[in-house]
T-cell receptor, first 115, second 115 residues
């Protein structure tokens, strides 16, 4: 069975603080994909990153960075120097290679960045 | 280049009624997936359509049905509405055959309220 757990329901930080959003996943597949999406109040899911199970190299994109560790089945997301515009709900998702983009989402972490 | 569009934006229905939600995929995409997102939860996969056929289905009752048209647009139908069907319904499009490595583009969603 596939499962994604985001244990942090809500996080509040002050602008310019760094914040890490946790994601733990379960799968028996050897090949899979992990994603992070951002959902602002408008509701539309915005794609942030995709990582396949063969690539454990960490990635940095501007203020965003991702730490993928297969040994602990985690795919954590860090925002450096957070900004008010980062306030949103963030979802981690898992997809199987042979399952045609059927995504398994976590329950999301609501990030509040205060000025 | 238009992204994924959904209509209507909001909808209010009464228990027992039927509802139809519509989705137009991103240009060049041929696969449409539907997700249900209850308040405070992550999106849950309902089903996916490709070549006008249902290819994958999540754990949803038969009251949930769909259709895909030759132009790749899709409809989600829900019969005998229950209060628990109140949710944000998200449509996602992608290119078939690319498996989990393809990025799914999500629409803004339709907010359904059942009273």
């Amino acid at each position: 069975a596939q499962k994604v757990t985001q244990a942090q329901t809500e996080i509040s930080v002050v602008e310019k603080e760094d914040v890490t959003l946790d994601c733990v996943y379960e799968t028996r597949d050897t090949t899979y994909y992990l994603f992070w999406y951002k959902q602002p109040p408008s509701g539309e899911l915005v794609f942030l990153i995709r990582r396949n199970s063969f690539d454990e190299q960490n990635e940095i994109s501007g203020r965003y960075s991702w730490n993928f560790q297969k040994s602990t089945s985690s795919f954590n997301f860090t925002i450096t120097a957070s900004q008010v515009v980062d306030s949103a709900v963030y979802f981690c998702a898992l997809s199987q290679l042979n399952n045609f983009n059927k995504f398994y989402f976590g329950s999301g972490t609501k990030l509040n960045v205060k000025p | 280049d238009a992204g994924v569009t959904q209509s209507p934006t909001h909808l209010i229905k009464t228990r027992g009624q039927q509802v139809t939600l519509r989705c137009s995929p991103k240009s060049g995409h041929d696969t449409v997936s539907w997700y249900q997102q209850a308040l405070g939860q992550g999106p849950q996969f309902i089903f996916q359509y490709y070549e006008e056929e249902e290819r994958q289905r999540g754990n949803f009752p038969d009251r949930f049905s769909g259709h895909q048209f030759p132009n790749y647009s899709s409809e989600l139908n829900v019969n005998a509405l229950l209060l628990g069907d109140s949710a944000l319904y998200l449509c996602a499009s992608s290119l078939y055959g690319t498996g989990g490595e393809d990025e799914q583009y999500f629409g803004p969603g339709t907010r359904l309220t059942v009273t």
